[in-house]
């Protein structure tokens, strides 16, 4: 039945009877999983039965043209057709024969079968892993196999990207990347890829993707045991996004969700990992933070709320000047991309919800209007900005080793620079600068002493009185949280 099932399969798909080879297998979609079984062990006959012929067309440099990249091509198209038809007929059995199946065929990304089944292998376990009761159900060394392979996969493309890297002349450190168009970079000498070299690269792109999504699903299943495999997960995923193109995408969102997925599963427990991953990262977020892609932009605003919880856990001891750059870049962009969005994209105040008795000292007068995504993230970056202020205003001594025999000036505190600096704009500027101000006013007012409170409303009263109604309402904000 299962040879049968394999020819008619094979000679629908040369065809181009596309809808009728759905139907055909869709009839068959009420099996049961030993039926189904059967049908995917023939099919695997089948893969198997061509290798010899694969493998004697590389050696002879016409595999490209070999009948049997052809056959292998088409089987792995069925392959992927069969899972998604009977994919609510599968058992664990069945499920496991075709990971193992696939995972020993192309156990080397780039090399053997890559080329040919990958696509569609990839596809499969996407479509395996979306489905909640298959990726519950894995058990321990399943997963363990599939994120296994999984990271290789991931790992074969970030030196592929490396090599290239090398050869254009790019650097490769994640500073570097938010100064790609700098006039001062080496140029890059870019060639035109041959047809052959085009349909590897969107193959290998398209199985980066599948590949991407499996780790995420893998990664925020409820069973999934991360434990022992985070660092490895995170180190692939950190250097990954690193590398990734500078144009944001589904790809680094998947990404994000699984370093997010992780860090949130082992943050109490493996708490220095975390912090050195976030500290990673950050340039990343601020390269990638520009994007449109309000899901991808979610991610990150998830990513710098982990960042900030091992910040507040971490800033009083870790004094270093690597973190307090990475605080007050991230500030800056952060502030900067707010102040250019158009101001209908700011955070509005029919946006919030006005607290009348703030239960705690550090409570805002104000929250976001919940339900709504645009006021939820409107309000999370201001917060963000805020906190970080904040953060980047904790007196901090930078010291070197021959600190010792110079004299004491040397030695500089920071404080409230940034805070300073928003009050200002609250009072003085204009436009989006100061309506943005006056939205961060409430957060930071409590960092004030009594003197400069009292300074402050007397300086902000005469603008509820402002031609700009935003100016104004904001104003009337401020001053319910300063009094």
């Known amino acids: 039945m299962g040879e049968l099932l394999i020819e008619n399969a094979l000679g629908q798909l040369s065809s181009d009877k596309q809808k009728e080879r759905t139907d055909g297998l869709a009839a068959s979609s009420d099996l049961n999983d030993k039926a189904c079984h059967k049908i995917f062990e023939s099919l695997f006959r089948f893969i198997a039965s061509e290798i010899p012929a694969f493998n004697r067309a590389q050696r002879s440099s016409s595999s490209s043209r070999s009948p049997a990249v052809s056959r292998l091509s088409t089987c792995a198209s069925v392959i992927r057709t069969a899972v998604d038809v009977f994919l609510r007929n599968l058992r664990t059995k069945t499920v496991r024969a075709i990971i193992d199946h ?52 991931i790992s074969t493309q970030e030196g592929d990207e490396s090599q290239l890297g090398i050869r254009s002349g790019n650097r490769s450190a994640p500073e570097d990347l938010l100064d790609a168009n700098d006039s001062r970079s080496t140029p890059v000498r870019l060639t035109t890829p041959g047809p052959a070299n085009r349909a590897k690269s969107a193959s290998n792109i398209n199985a980066i993707g599948e590949v991407i999504e499996c780790v995420q699903l893998l990664t925020v299943s409820p069973s999934a045991p991360v434990q022992a495999a985070a660092e490895t997960i995170l180190q692939a995923l950190v250097e990954f996004v690193m590398i990734s193109p500078a144009i944001a995408g589904n790809t680094q969102q998947l990404a994000f969700s699984s370093i997010n997925a992780v860090a949130l599963k082992v943050l109490f427990d493996q708490s220095d990992l975390i912090r050195s991953s976030m500290l990673g990262l950050i340039p990343v977020v601020r390269r990638l933070w520009p994007t449109k892609l309000m899901k991808l932009k979610d991610e990150l605003l998830i990513t710098l709320m982990v960042w900030m919880v091992v910040l507040f856990d971490g800033v009083h001891e870790d004094s270093s000047e690597t973190v307090t750059r990475s605080i007050e870049d991230m500030i800056d962009t952060l502030h900067s991309e707010y102040l250019k969005r158009p101001e209908k994209d700011l955070l509005q105040i029919d946006d919030i919800t006005l607290y009348s008795t703030p239960v705690e000292n550090n409570r805002p007068v104000y929250g976001p209007r919940l339900g709504s995504s645009r006021s939820e993230h409107n309000w999370t970056v ?85 031609d700009n109604s935003a100016i104004s309402s904001w104003t009337m904000v401020a001053l319910a949280r300063s009094v």
């Open 102 to 153: 696939i995972t020993d065929t192309i156990p080397v990304p780039g090399e053997g079968l890559w080329d040919v089944l990958s696509v569609d292998y990839t596809k499969c376990l996407t479509s395996l892993l979306r489905y909640a009761p298959h990726n519950e159900h894995l058990g321990d060394a399943e997963w363990e196999k599939l994120i296994e392979f999984c990271l290789a996969v």
């Open 382 to 466: 201001i917060w963000f900005i805020a906190n970080l202020s904040k953060l980047s205003g904790i007196p901090q001594v930078h010291s070197a080793d021959n600190d010792v025999a110079e004299d004491k000036s040397s030695k500089r505190r920071r404080f409230n620079s940034g805070v300073d600096d928003i009050i200002r704009d609250a009072v003085s500027a204009t436009g989006t600068r100061r309506v943005c101000a006056l939205q961060l006013v409430p957060f930071l007012v409590n960092e004030r002493s009594i003197e400069q409170k009292e300074d402050l409303i007397q300086r902000l009263v005469p603008t509820i009185l402002d």
